[in-house]
Nanobody, 120 residues
Framework: QVQLVESGGGLVQPGGSRRLSCAASGSIFSINFMGWFRQAPGKQRELVAVVSDSGSTKSANSVKGRFTISRDNAKNTVYLQMNSLKPEDTAVYYC??????????????WGKGTLVTVSS
């Protein structure tokens, strides 16, 4: 089992920045990617950004140029730096982990989520 604990959510003004963190513990050897998904009210959960053990990343088009995902392997922690935030970025952000399979992701673990609200 892998436990994922997110932190960093909160209220931020439009145009502002926020950094989310997700610390993994447990059977880390069983996962080879970590990342972030989000779910806005009334919408489906969607991929935000993921990073594999090799360091390769993938981001949604809606956040490219504004959000950056990174990881600290020594701390088993992944970060999501969010800049130029927009009201439409308001969502619960979930940390996810699992296995990369081909061009897809087999998500085995989810965090509890952290709410990011972008509003003036």
């Amino acid at each position: 089992q892998v436990q994922l604990v997110e932190s960093g959510g909160g209220l931020v003004q439009p145009g502002g920045s926020r950094r989310l963190s997700c610390a993994a513990s447990g059977s880390i050897f069983s996962i080879n990617f970590m990342g972030w998904f989000r779910q806005a009210p009334g919408k489906q959960r969607e991929l935000v950004a993921v990073v594999s053990d090799s360091g390769s990343t993938k981001s949604a088009n809606s956040v490219k140029g504004r959000f950056t995902i990174s990881r600290d392997n020594a701390k088993n922690t992944v970060y999501l730096q969010m800049n130029s935030l927009k009201p439409e970025d308001t969502a619960v952000y979930y940390c996810a982990a699992g296995q990369v399979i081909g061009t897809g992701y087999d998500i085995n673990y989810w965090g509890k989520g952290t709410l990011v609200t972008v509003s003036s």
